[in-house]
Protein backbone atom coordinates (compact mmCIF):
# COMPACT_ATOMS: atom_id res chain seq x y z
CA UNK A 1 0.00 0.00 0.00
CA UNK A 2 0.74 3.14 -0.43
CA UNK A 3 0.21 6.50 1.12
CA UNK A 4 1.30 9.78 1.11
CA UNK A 5 1.61 12.45 3.73
CA UNK A 6 1.35 15.78 3.15
CA UNK A 7 2.07 18.64 6.36
CA UNK A 8 3.78 21.60 7.15
CA UNK A 9 2.92 25.71 7.43
CA UNK A 10 3.88 25.26 11.14
CA UNK A 11 5.26 22.43 13.44
CA UNK A 12 1.69 22.05 14.72
CA UNK A 13 0.70 20.24 11.46
CA UNK A 14 4.16 18.42 11.38
CA UNK A 15 4.33 16.19 14.80
CA UNK A 16 0.70 14.84 14.33
CA UNK A 17 1.22 13.67 10.93
CA UNK A 18 4.36 11.84 11.68
CA UNK A 19 2.69 10.46 14.88
CA UNK A 20 0.60 9.14 12.46
CA UNK A 21 3.07 7.63 10.20
CA UNK A 22 4.58 6.05 12.89
CA UNK A 23 1.44 4.59 14.09
CA UNK A 24 1.09 3.36 10.34
CA UNK A 25 4.40 1.85 10.11
CA UNK A 26 4.11 -0.15 13.16
CA UNK A 27 0.71 -1.41 11.78
CA UNK A 28 2.29 -2.16 8.53
CA UNK A 29 5.79 -2.04 8.13
CA UNK A 30 5.37 -2.71 4.35
CA UNK A 31 3.89 0.43 3.40
CA UNK A 32 5.22 2.79 1.46
CA UNK A 33 4.85 6.47 2.86
CA UNK A 34 5.96 9.64 1.24
CA UNK A 35 5.94 12.96 2.84
CA UNK A 36 5.38 16.22 1.50
CA UNK A 37 6.04 19.53 3.31
CA UNK A 38 6.97 23.06 2.29
CA UNK A 39 10.73 24.49 2.00
CA UNK A 40 10.43 26.09 5.49
CA UNK A 41 9.47 22.69 6.87
CA UNK A 42 11.72 20.07 4.38
CA UNK A 43 15.24 20.12 6.84
CA UNK A 44 12.72 19.22 9.75
CA UNK A 45 10.79 16.98 8.54
CA UNK A 46 13.90 14.59 6.70
CA UNK A 47 15.41 14.44 10.43
CA UNK A 48 12.39 13.27 12.22
CA UNK A 49 11.14 10.94 9.68
CA UNK A 50 14.89 9.70 9.56
CA UNK A 51 14.56 8.79 12.89
CA UNK A 52 11.33 6.39 12.65
CA UNK A 53 12.53 4.92 9.57
CA UNK A 54 11.49 0.62 10.32
CA UNK A 55 12.79 -2.88 9.31
CA UNK A 56 10.82 -5.91 8.83
CA UNK A 57 12.19 -9.71 9.33
CA UNK A 58 14.50 -10.85 11.16
CA UNK A 59 17.44 -10.54 8.39
CA UNK A 60 16.50 -7.13 7.93
CA UNK A 61 16.89 -6.10 12.05
CA UNK A 62 20.55 -8.13 12.71
CA UNK A 63 21.90 -5.85 9.29
CA UNK A 64 20.16 -2.84 10.59
CA UNK A 65 18.93 -2.29 7.11
CA UNK A 66 16.09 0.16 7.34
CA UNK A 67 13.06 1.62 4.61
CA UNK A 68 13.12 5.44 4.93
CA UNK A 69 10.48 7.53 4.19
CA UNK A 70 10.63 9.52 0.96
CA UNK A 71 10.28 13.41 2.02
CA UNK A 72 10.03 15.83 -1.22
CA UNK A 73 8.99 19.84 -1.03
CA UNK A 74 6.08 20.27 -2.55
CA UNK A 75 4.74 24.46 -3.99
CA UNK A 76 2.32 25.84 -1.96
CA UNK A 77 1.43 29.79 -1.28
CA UNK A 78 0.16 31.05 1.74
CA UNK A 79 -3.19 32.94 1.69
CA UNK A 80 -2.27 36.33 4.20
CA UNK A 81 -5.40 37.90 6.39
CA UNK A 82 -5.29 39.68 9.39
CA UNK A 83 -8.23 38.39 12.01
CA UNK A 84 -10.43 41.23 14.10
CA UNK A 85 -8.25 44.16 11.90
CA UNK A 86 -10.68 47.65 11.93
CA UNK A 87 -10.66 50.08 9.73
CA UNK A 88 -8.64 52.26 12.09
CA UNK A 89 -5.99 49.59 11.79
CA UNK A 90 -5.21 49.56 8.32
CA UNK A 91 -5.15 53.28 7.93
CA UNK A 92 -2.33 52.95 10.74
CA UNK A 93 -0.52 50.39 8.82
CA UNK A 94 -1.20 50.93 5.14
CA UNK A 95 2.36 49.83 4.41
CA UNK A 96 2.21 46.21 6.06
CA UNK A 97 -1.28 45.65 4.37
CA UNK A 98 -0.36 46.70 0.95
CA UNK A 99 2.36 44.19 1.27
CA UNK A 100 1.06 41.62 3.21
CA UNK A 101 -2.55 41.21 1.42
CA UNK A 102 -1.60 42.45 -1.60
CA UNK A 103 1.68 41.69 -2.53
CA UNK A 104 2.21 38.43 -0.88
CA UNK A 105 -1.12 37.53 -1.45
CA UNK A 106 -0.30 37.60 -5.32
CA UNK A 107 2.86 36.05 -4.72
CA UNK A 108 1.08 33.09 -2.66
CA UNK A 109 -1.64 32.95 -5.27
CA UNK A 110 1.31 31.72 -8.02
CA UNK A 111 2.82 29.66 -5.56
CA UNK A 112 -0.47 27.84 -5.01
CA UNK A 113 -1.14 27.80 -8.94
CA UNK A 114 1.99 26.31 -9.36
CA UNK A 115 1.40 23.71 -6.81
CA UNK A 116 -1.12 22.33 -8.05
CA UNK A 117 0.19 21.80 -11.61
CA UNK A 118 3.26 20.22 -9.47
CA UNK A 119 0.71 18.21 -7.47
CA UNK A 120 -1.18 16.85 -10.65
CA UNK A 121 2.05 15.61 -13.05
CA UNK A 122 3.37 14.10 -9.36
CA UNK A 123 0.52 11.63 -8.89
CA UNK A 124 -0.84 11.29 -12.27
CA UNK A 125 1.10 8.03 -12.97
CA UNK A 126 -0.85 5.32 -11.44
CA UNK A 127 2.38 2.96 -11.18
CA UNK A 128 3.39 5.23 -8.22
CA UNK A 129 -0.33 7.21 -6.94
CA UNK A 130 -0.90 6.65 -3.67
CA UNK A 131 -3.57 4.51 -2.26
CA UNK A 132 -4.83 7.36 -0.08
CA UNK A 133 -3.53 10.84 0.71
CA UNK A 134 -3.47 12.07 4.65
CA UNK A 135 -3.84 15.87 4.50
CA UNK A 136 -3.09 17.31 7.70
CA UNK A 137 -3.93 21.04 7.51
CA UNK A 138 -2.38 24.09 6.35
CA UNK A 139 -2.15 25.93 3.04
CA UNK A 140 0.78 23.06 1.62
CA UNK A 141 -2.00 20.74 1.60
CA UNK A 142 -4.76 22.36 -0.76
CA UNK A 143 -2.62 22.13 -3.87
CA UNK A 144 -2.01 18.57 -3.35
CA UNK A 145 -5.67 18.60 -2.34
CA UNK A 146 -6.91 19.62 -5.32
CA UNK A 147 -5.06 17.54 -7.61
CA UNK A 148 -6.41 14.68 -5.57
CA UNK A 149 -9.77 15.80 -6.54
CA UNK A 150 -9.33 16.11 -10.65
CA UNK A 151 -7.49 12.69 -10.28
CA UNK A 152 -10.07 10.95 -7.91
CA UNK A 153 -7.80 9.75 -5.50
CA UNK A 154 -8.56 9.58 -2.07
CA UNK A 155 -8.12 11.88 0.63
CA UNK A 156 -8.19 11.80 4.32
CA UNK A 157 -8.12 15.69 5.95
CA UNK A 158 -7.44 16.02 10.16
CA UNK A 159 -8.42 19.60 11.51
CA UNK A 160 -6.92 20.13 15.02
CA UNK A 161 -8.30 23.28 15.88
CA UNK A 162 -11.85 24.02 17.37
CA UNK A 163 -12.50 25.79 14.02
CA UNK A 164 -11.18 24.85 10.59
CA UNK A 165 -8.53 26.28 9.05
CA UNK A 166 -9.03 28.12 5.42
CA UNK A 167 -7.38 24.93 3.24
CA UNK A 168 -9.70 22.52 4.99
CA UNK A 169 -12.79 24.66 4.93
CA UNK A 170 -12.10 23.84 0.97
CA UNK A 171 -11.40 20.18 1.04
CA UNK A 172 -13.83 19.16 3.32
CA UNK A 173 -16.62 18.48 1.23
CA UNK A 174 -14.65 16.04 -1.24
CA UNK A 175 -12.64 14.08 1.94
CA UNK A 176 -13.84 10.44 2.08
CA UNK A 177 -12.86 11.00 5.89
CA UNK A 178 -12.94 14.38 7.63
CA UNK A 179 -10.81 13.48 11.15
CA UNK A 180 -11.83 16.28 14.15
CA UNK A 181 -10.21 16.35 17.36
CA UNK A 182 -13.66 18.66 18.92
CA UNK A 183 -16.90 16.63 18.59
CA UNK A 184 -19.52 18.19 16.43
CA UNK A 185 -22.83 16.49 16.12
CA UNK A 186 -22.34 14.07 13.03
CA UNK A 187 -23.14 10.34 12.73
CA UNK A 188 -19.49 9.56 14.29
CA UNK A 189 -20.57 6.08 15.03
CA UNK A 190 -22.20 5.20 11.73
CA UNK A 191 -18.75 5.76 10.31
CA UNK A 192 -17.15 3.88 13.25
CA UNK A 193 -19.04 0.70 12.25
CA UNK A 194 -18.27 0.82 8.42
CA UNK A 195 -14.61 1.53 9.18
CA UNK A 196 -14.23 -1.31 11.62
CA UNK A 197 -15.52 -3.60 8.86
CA UNK A 198 -13.45 -2.50 6.27
CA UNK A 199 -9.95 -2.50 8.52
CA UNK A 200 -8.36 -6.29 8.17
CA UNK A 201 -8.82 -8.22 11.12
CA UNK A 202 -6.20 -8.09 13.78
CA UNK A 203 -5.91 -4.70 13.34
CA UNK A 204 -9.71 -3.53 14.43
CA UNK A 205 -8.62 -1.49 17.46
CA UNK A 206 -9.59 1.85 16.69
CA UNK A 207 -12.41 2.72 18.64
CA UNK A 208 -14.04 5.82 20.00
CA UNK A 209 -17.19 4.54 22.28
CA UNK A 210 -16.69 3.29 25.92
CA UNK A 211 -17.43 0.14 27.20
CA UNK A 212 -20.65 1.35 27.22
CA UNK A 213 -21.09 2.01 23.63
CA UNK A 214 -21.42 5.33 24.55
CA UNK A 215 -19.00 7.89 22.82
CA UNK A 216 -16.08 8.81 24.84
CA UNK A 217 -15.93 12.16 26.53
CA UNK A 218 -12.83 12.96 24.47
CA UNK A 219 -12.90 16.41 23.36
CA UNK A 220 -16.50 16.90 23.78
CA UNK A 221 -17.17 20.04 22.88
CA UNK A 222 -19.44 21.71 19.90
CA UNK A 223 -16.97 22.12 16.95
CA UNK A 224 -16.70 24.59 14.12
CA UNK A 225 -19.80 24.04 11.66
CA UNK A 226 -17.60 24.41 8.93
CA UNK A 227 -18.34 20.32 7.64
CA UNK A 228 -20.98 20.70 5.97
CA UNK A 229 -21.26 17.15 5.23
CA UNK A 230 -21.37 15.29 8.79
CA UNK A 231 -21.95 11.80 7.59
CA UNK A 232 -17.78 11.23 6.71
CA UNK A 233 -16.93 13.42 10.25
CA UNK A 234 -15.25 11.61 13.27
CA UNK A 235 -13.86 12.87 16.41
CA UNK A 236 -10.67 11.24 16.48
CA UNK A 237 -8.74 14.16 19.24
CA UNK A 238 -5.09 15.24 17.96
CA UNK A 239 -1.96 13.02 17.78
CA UNK A 240 0.77 13.17 19.46
CA UNK A 241 3.90 11.36 19.83
CA UNK A 242 4.88 8.75 22.34
CA UNK A 243 7.04 10.36 24.59
CA UNK A 244 4.52 12.74 25.58
CA UNK A 245 3.16 10.72 28.60
CA UNK A 246 2.12 11.69 32.32
CA UNK A 247 5.35 11.36 34.04
CA UNK A 248 5.42 10.58 38.17
CA UNK A 249 6.24 13.32 40.83
CA UNK A 250 9.88 11.19 41.03
CA UNK A 251 10.14 11.05 37.41
CA UNK A 252 9.63 14.85 37.36
CA UNK A 253 12.32 15.84 40.40
CA UNK A 254 14.62 13.55 37.66
CA UNK A 255 13.80 15.68 34.89
CA UNK A 256 14.05 18.85 36.72
CA UNK A 257 17.64 17.78 38.14
CA UNK A 258 18.62 17.00 34.06
CA UNK A 259 18.02 20.69 33.28
CA UNK A 260 19.86 22.27 36.53
CA UNK A 261 16.75 23.11 38.55
CA UNK A 262 16.46 22.66 41.85
CA UNK A 263 14.15 19.24 42.47
CA UNK A 264 12.26 20.79 45.62
CA UNK A 265 11.13 23.72 43.93
CA UNK A 266 7.98 24.36 41.52
CA UNK A 267 9.60 25.05 37.90
CA UNK A 268 6.96 27.26 35.15
CA UNK A 269 8.17 26.57 31.21
CA UNK A 270 7.41 29.02 28.79
CA UNK A 271 6.61 28.48 25.54
CA UNK A 272 6.02 30.62 22.42
CA UNK A 273 5.96 27.83 20.01
CA UNK A 274 9.49 26.82 17.95
CA UNK A 275 9.39 30.39 16.52
CA UNK A 276 8.58 32.00 19.75
CA UNK A 277 6.17 34.50 20.38
CA UNK A 278 7.09 38.38 20.73
CA UNK A 279 4.10 39.12 22.76
CA UNK A 280 4.98 36.47 25.39
CA UNK A 281 8.71 36.50 25.63
CA UNK A 282 8.48 40.73 26.50
CA UNK A 283 5.56 40.46 29.11
CA UNK A 284 7.70 37.80 30.91
CA UNK A 285 11.07 39.90 30.74
CA UNK A 286 8.94 42.27 32.65
CA UNK A 287 8.34 40.17 35.82
CA UNK A 288 10.88 37.79 35.61
CA UNK A 289 13.01 39.27 38.42
CA UNK A 290 9.65 38.73 40.49
CA UNK A 291 8.87 35.07 38.99
CA UNK A 292 12.74 33.80 40.15
CA UNK A 293 11.69 34.79 43.35
CA UNK A 294 9.08 32.02 43.70
CA UNK A 295 9.71 29.60 41.30
CA UNK A 296 12.52 28.30 39.16
CA UNK A 297 11.79 29.13 34.77
CA UNK A 298 12.43 27.90 32.04
CA UNK A 299 11.85 30.23 29.02
CA UNK A 300 11.69 29.13 25.29
CA UNK A 301 12.24 32.26 23.38
CA UNK A 302 12.07 30.59 19.77
CA UNK A 303 14.55 30.39 17.04
CA UNK A 304 13.12 33.96 15.60
CA UNK A 305 12.93 35.43 19.01
CA UNK A 306 16.19 34.43 20.72
CA UNK A 307 18.12 37.33 19.81
CA UNK A 308 15.88 39.52 20.78
CA UNK A 309 15.65 37.96 24.77
CA UNK A 310 19.81 37.57 24.58
CA UNK A 311 19.80 40.01 27.80
CA UNK A 312 18.11 37.69 29.75
CA UNK A 313 20.88 35.54 30.03
CA UNK A 314 22.19 37.56 32.84
CA UNK A 315 19.23 35.76 35.15
CA UNK A 316 21.50 32.09 33.93
CA UNK A 317 23.95 32.43 36.51
CA UNK A 318 26.33 29.20 36.82
CA UNK A 319 29.24 28.12 40.01
CA UNK A 320 31.44 25.55 39.05
CA UNK A 321 29.57 24.43 35.50
CA UNK A 322 26.03 24.09 38.28
CA UNK A 323 23.18 26.66 37.41
CA UNK A 324 22.47 28.25 40.37
CA UNK A 325 19.64 31.04 39.87
CA UNK A 326 17.39 28.64 38.74
CA UNK A 327 16.39 30.26 35.30
CA UNK A 328 17.87 29.01 31.77
CA UNK A 329 16.49 30.13 28.57
CA UNK A 330 16.62 28.63 24.85
CA UNK A 331 16.15 29.09 21.02
CA UNK A 332 14.24 25.72 20.91
CA UNK A 333 14.29 22.38 23.08
CA UNK A 334 14.40 18.92 21.12
CA UNK A 335 13.44 17.50 24.36
CA UNK A 336 10.41 19.20 24.69
CA UNK A 337 8.65 16.42 26.10
CA UNK A 338 11.17 16.10 28.80
CA UNK A 339 10.96 19.76 29.55
CA UNK A 340 7.38 20.16 29.78
CA UNK A 341 7.00 17.07 31.77
CA UNK A 342 9.84 18.66 34.33
CA UNK A 343 7.21 21.67 34.56
CA UNK A 344 4.45 22.34 37.56
CA UNK A 345 2.99 25.02 35.44
CA UNK A 346 3.34 25.76 31.63
CA UNK A 347 2.63 29.28 29.86
CA UNK A 348 1.56 28.70 26.51
CA UNK A 349 0.27 29.94 23.24
CA UNK A 350 -2.92 28.19 22.35
CA UNK A 351 -2.10 25.75 19.38
CA UNK A 352 -4.38 22.79 18.76
CA UNK A 353 -1.16 20.63 18.71
CA UNK A 354 0.97 22.21 21.93
CA UNK A 355 -2.62 21.71 23.96
CA UNK A 356 -3.24 17.75 23.23
CA UNK A 357 0.84 17.44 24.18
CA UNK A 358 0.44 19.15 27.71
CA UNK A 359 -2.70 17.54 28.19
CA UNK A 360 -1.12 14.24 27.68
CA UNK A 361 1.53 14.85 30.13
CA UNK A 362 -1.16 16.42 32.43
CA UNK A 363 0.10 19.68 33.43
CA UNK A 364 -1.30 22.85 34.95
CA UNK A 365 -1.47 25.78 31.78
CA UNK A 366 -1.80 29.22 31.19
CA UNK A 367 -2.74 29.84 27.81
CA UNK A 368 -2.13 32.84 26.04
CA UNK A 369 -4.26 32.88 22.47
CA UNK A 370 -3.13 35.22 19.60
CA UNK A 371 -5.99 36.95 18.28
CA UNK A 372 -4.79 37.86 15.24
CA UNK A 373 -4.68 34.37 13.44
CA UNK A 374 -7.21 33.67 10.70
CA UNK A 375 -10.25 32.52 12.27
CA UNK A 376 -9.13 33.08 15.94
CA UNK A 377 -8.80 29.66 16.22
CA UNK A 378 -6.52 30.19 18.94
CA UNK A 379 -8.99 32.05 21.12
CA UNK A 380 -11.68 29.37 20.35
CA UNK A 381 -9.28 26.40 21.32
CA UNK A 382 -8.97 28.13 24.83
CA UNK A 383 -12.25 29.28 25.11
CA UNK A 384 -13.72 26.19 25.05
CA UNK A 385 -11.04 24.34 27.30
CA UNK A 386 -11.92 27.31 29.94
CA UNK A 387 -15.65 26.53 29.79
CA UNK A 388 -14.01 23.16 30.80
CA UNK A 389 -12.09 24.44 33.63
CA UNK A 390 -9.26 22.71 32.08
CA UNK A 391 -6.84 26.12 31.96
CA UNK A 392 -6.71 29.67 32.81
CA UNK A 393 -6.47 32.21 30.21
CA UNK A 394 -5.55 35.38 29.64
CA UNK A 395 -6.03 37.68 26.55
CA UNK A 396 -2.48 38.49 24.97
CA UNK A 397 -3.90 42.04 24.45
CA UNK A 398 -4.48 42.35 28.55
CA UNK A 399 -1.04 40.37 29.01
CA UNK A 400 1.00 43.25 27.12
CA UNK A 401 -0.72 45.83 28.58
CA UNK A 402 -0.30 44.49 32.54
CA UNK A 403 1.73 41.81 32.76
CA UNK A 404 1.21 42.05 36.00
CA UNK A 405 -1.72 39.89 35.84
CA UNK A 406 0.21 37.33 34.56
CA UNK A 407 2.14 37.22 37.43
CA UNK A 408 -0.77 36.72 39.86
CA UNK A 409 -2.38 33.98 37.82
CA UNK A 410 1.56 32.08 38.18
CA UNK A 411 1.94 32.93 41.71
CA UNK A 412 -1.54 31.78 42.09
CA UNK A 413 -1.11 28.28 40.52
CA UNK A 414 2.62 27.96 42.15
CA UNK A 415 1.53 28.31 45.53
CA UNK A 416 -1.64 26.23 45.15
CA UNK A 417 -0.77 22.11 44.27
CA UNK A 418 -4.78 21.71 44.86
CA UNK A 419 -5.72 24.18 42.18
CA UNK A 420 -2.92 23.00 39.73
CA UNK A 421 -3.69 18.95 40.25
CA UNK A 422 -7.50 19.93 39.54
CA UNK A 423 -6.62 21.82 36.56
CA UNK A 424 -4.26 19.27 34.93
CA UNK A 425 -6.89 16.63 35.97
CA UNK A 426 -9.24 18.39 33.71
CA UNK A 427 -7.14 19.15 30.88
CA UNK A 428 -6.19 15.26 31.16
CA UNK A 429 -9.37 14.56 30.37
CA UNK A 430 -9.33 15.69 27.03
CA UNK A 431 -6.23 13.72 25.63
CA UNK A 432 -6.99 11.69 22.92
CA UNK A 433 -4.33 8.76 24.04
CA UNK A 434 -5.06 6.90 20.51
CA UNK A 435 -5.84 9.58 18.01
CA UNK A 436 -3.01 8.43 16.15
CA UNK A 437 -3.70 5.08 15.89
CA UNK A 438 -7.52 5.93 14.67
CA UNK A 439 -5.85 7.94 12.42
CA UNK A 440 -3.71 4.78 10.70
CA UNK A 441 -6.52 2.45 10.74
CA UNK A 442 -8.89 4.75 8.86
CA UNK A 443 -6.04 5.58 6.85
CA UNK A 444 -4.85 1.88 6.27
CA UNK A 445 -9.01 1.10 5.52
CA UNK A 446 -9.16 3.93 3.25
CA UNK A 447 -6.18 2.70 1.54
CA UNK A 448 -7.40 -1.17 1.17
CA UNK A 449 -11.09 0.49 -0.35
CA UNK A 450 -9.40 2.71 -2.66
Not at 102 to 121: D, H, R
Not at 130 to 159: M, N, Q, S, W
Not at 336 to 345: P, R
Not at 380 to 403: F, Q, S, T
Amino acid sequence: MRILVVGGGSGGHITPAVAVVREVLRLKPRTKVEFWTDRKYYANVVKITTEIGVAWGEEERRSGKKQYIRVRKVLSGKFRRYSGWKLTDYLEHPWAAFRDLILLNIVGFLGFTAGIVQSFFRLLSKKTRPDVVFLKGGFVGLPVGIACRILKIPYVVHESDAVFGLANKLLVRKARVVATSWRSASSEDALLLSLRSRVPRGERRMSNTSQSGAPSSSHSIHADATVRNPKNEICVGIPVAPEFKKVSATRQAQLKKTFGYDPEKPLVVITGGSQGAQHINVSIREILPEMLEFTSVGLVAGRTRYEEMIDLKKYEIYEKAKLKSNFRMWAFNSAMYELLGAADVIISRAGATTIAEMAELKKAVILVPYAALPGGHQVKNAERLKELGAVEVIADEEMVKAPEKLLEMVRKLVRSPRVREELASKLHETAGSDAALKLANILLSEGIKG
